[in-house]
């Protein structure tokens, strides 16, 4: 490794801790969610969603806001997020399109778990990722996807799955989530550079976690939170 190239790595590392760090605000949504209606949350986050698709189209094309966004934001960015030819969205807008999505199709505690898996599970496979992974999973692809960052996903999937409300708590319950949580990691790695993570992940999840319940546990209603 060349200095420079060590240089680059500290940079893109530090980075990455202060895109995680804020990515942890999101955790307001699964939480705020849980006190209120499906109708409130909605009626809350499509407006805010449809708020920041604007504003990150614009910044391509709006000079008045591409520099003030830039100036207060373009440091979080990745290269593929100022993709000029594909307009591409940053994180923060697909996170939110992500929690519209799931909101809308998952029961109440599928949506807060799959959203708490991917706040947690997502920076910690990221930064453990940076920091430690050293064993590609595709290295003829050139993904960045590491065995160690998969391990640190499942590991905190598993702890959000412990942290997230259960129908009756039963251990296969938390056993469930485990399984999602495993599917989860591969969706995180098998969609780079197909569907952005943000997406992909809580789906991922969730569709996992429900079909299992439906499977092993049917007489659970996994409409409890309503």
């Known amino acids: ?8 790595d500290r940079v893109d590392f530090k980075a990455e801790l202060v895109r995680k760090a804020i990515h942890l605000v999101s955790l307001a949504i699964p939480l705020v969610y849980y006190f209120i209606p499906r109708s409130i949350a909605l009626w809350i986050l499509i407006p805010m969603t449809s708020a920041f698709i604007i504003i990150d189209l614009a910044r391509y094309d709006v000079p008045p806001i591409s520099k003030l966004f830039y100036k ?9 997020e100022v993709d000029g030819k594909k307009h591409a969205l940053n994180g923060a807008t697909y996170m939110l399109i992500s929690a519209v999505i799931c909101v ?9 778990s799959s959203f ?35 391990l640190a996903f499942v590991i905190a999937a598993i702890v959000a799955v412990a942290l997230t409300p259960k129908v009756e708590y039963l251990f296969a319950e938390y056993l469930i989530g485990a399984g999602a949580g495993v599917v989860g990691a591969a969706a995180e790695v098998l969609s780079y550079k197909i569907v952005d993570d943000n997406i992909a992940v809580p789906v991922a999840f969730g569709l996992t976690m429900w079909a299992l319940y439906i499977l092993f546990l049917p007489q659970l209603n996994v409409f409890f939170l309503g």
Not at 1 to 8: D, G, R
Not at 72 to 80: D, E, K
Not at 119 to 139: C, E, Q
């Open 72 to 80: 207060f934001f373009g440091f979080l960015l990745r290269s593929h």
């Open 116 to 150: 708490t898996v991917l706040i947690l599970a997502d920076a910690s496979s990221a930064v453990f990722g940076k920091r430690f992974g050293r064993h590609k999973i595709f290295p003829n692809l050139g993904t960045p996807k590491s065995y160690e960052g998969s």
């Open 1 to 8: 490794m060349t200095e420079q190239t060590a240089v680059h």
């Open 104 to 112: 809308i199709i998952f029961p109440k505690f599928i949506m807060i």
